[in-house]
């Protein structure tokens, strides 16, 4: 089994990082808590969590595909 790959998001261009976020957040089934949020809300708030580290963007070689974790879900991965 392959590893997968942490893609520090700050190698990304400006419109690819935009649309990776805006991909993770029109996922059925993401958790914002409790509250409701516009969509912009949702997208900023993940680029927030991915500046401050606290998310990761990992890349998978068996499916080359992105997903956006939360750096605590790695331990458990």
């Avoid at 969590?49 to 997903?67: F, H, K, M, W």
């Amino acid at each position: 089994m392959e590893e997968r790959i942490e893609i520090p998001f700050h190698l990304l261009t400006a419109d690819a990082l935009k649309g990776l976020i805006e991909e993770f957040v029109s996922r059925e089934g993401t958790d914002y808590g409790q509250g409701e949020y516009t969509f912009e809300g949702k997208a900023a708030s993940v680029k927030k969590q991915l500046e401050s580290g606290r998310a990761v963007i990992l890349y998978d070689p068996v499916t080359e595909g992105c997903n956006i974790v939360l750096r605590e879900e790695l331990r458990s991965v």
